[in-house]
């Protein structure tokens, strides 16, 4: 059997990272209407990741698939992943519910059998919600080897293994794996390409397959959290400026910080 590579691409739609966040009245969540929505930053690292590895191991990739489990209007950034590389793509209309990590990372086990994929690359954190779980968690269903928090990903192709250099506390720290495998982006993993309108264009007619949560009906999505209260963090005083060292241990002293 031939060597071939399936990359299965999760992008999240999130409020755009250049939008500061504002709490709803209610106090439940963040507001999100009248607001920009994007890809989550990490996952558009993620897609160009799978189209490195694409562009540096022409024959071995066979598909890149991306996936997005949310509302309608995820699918305007699946098409900006299928305009920056990606192949086919499906949309799980999940309506305006958010799912936690844990149903999504069971979709995903899904939607990796479906696809046949042997590698997933997800975001390491969606910037909505911080979790930094989902990656982990289907790595955990799946029973794969996971690398976490790539700064470098770089495919074996004779002995179909990955060697991944992640971030970690004070430094960085190479592993490798065989395929299948999966990896969370970190920031500095690379920098991604942007969307031309031409490519924007040639998307609108590659496949976008659409599916709803009864197609995953072995899947159980009800929450396992409530989220009691969302508040803004606490205000910070004006800070003051000092002329000298001599002035700044006065102050100090006289807030009996020393
Ligand atoms: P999280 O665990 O929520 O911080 O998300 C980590 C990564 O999982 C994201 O960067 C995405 O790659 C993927 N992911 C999370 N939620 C979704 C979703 N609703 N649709 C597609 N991918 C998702």
Not at 129 to 152: E, I, S, V
Not at 163 to 178: C, K, L, N
Request: hydrophobic share 40%; proline share 5%.
């Amino acid at each position: 059997m031939s060597k071939s590579l399936r990359i299965l691409v999760p992008v999240k739609r999130v409020i755009d990272y250049a939008i500061k966040p504002r709490i709803n009245k209610a106090g439940t969540g963040v507001e999100k209407t009248g607001v920009k929505f994007s890809m989550n930053p990490f996952d558009d690292i993620a897609v160009e990741e799978a189209v490195r590895i694409r562009e540096k191991h022409k024959k071995l990739v066979e598909n890149i698939h991306a996936v997005s489990i949310g509302p309608l209007k995820a699918q305007d950034i699946l098409r900006t992943a299928l305009a920056k590389g990606a192949d086919t793509c499906s949309h799980v209309d999940v309506k305006e519910a958010e799912l936690e990590p844990l149903a999504v990372a069971k979709i995903l086990k899904e939607m990796v059998a479906k696809q046949n994929a042997n590698l997933v690359i997800l975001g390491k954190q969606s910037i909505d919600d911080d979790c930094n779980n989902t990656g982990q968690m289907l790595a955990g269903l799946l029973n794969w080897p996971q690398a976490t928090f790539a700064a470098k990903v770089e495919i074996d192709e004779a002995n179909m293994t990955a060697r991944v250099t992640r971030e970690i506390d004070g430094g960085e720290e190479t592993v490798s794996a065989p395929l299948p495998l999966v990896v969370t982006t970190d920031l500095r993993l690379n920098q991604p390409r942007y969307a031309t309108l031409p490519n924007l264009m040639k998307a609108k007619k590659k496949p976008l397959e659409k599916l709803s949560l009864s197609d995953f009906s072995k899947v159980d999505a009800e929450p396992r959290l409530k989220v009691m209260k969302v508040e803004e963090p606490p205000t910070r005083s004006a800070g003051i400026k000092v002329g000298s060292v001599d002035e700044l241990i006065e102050k100090l002293k006289e807030v009996k910080a020393i």
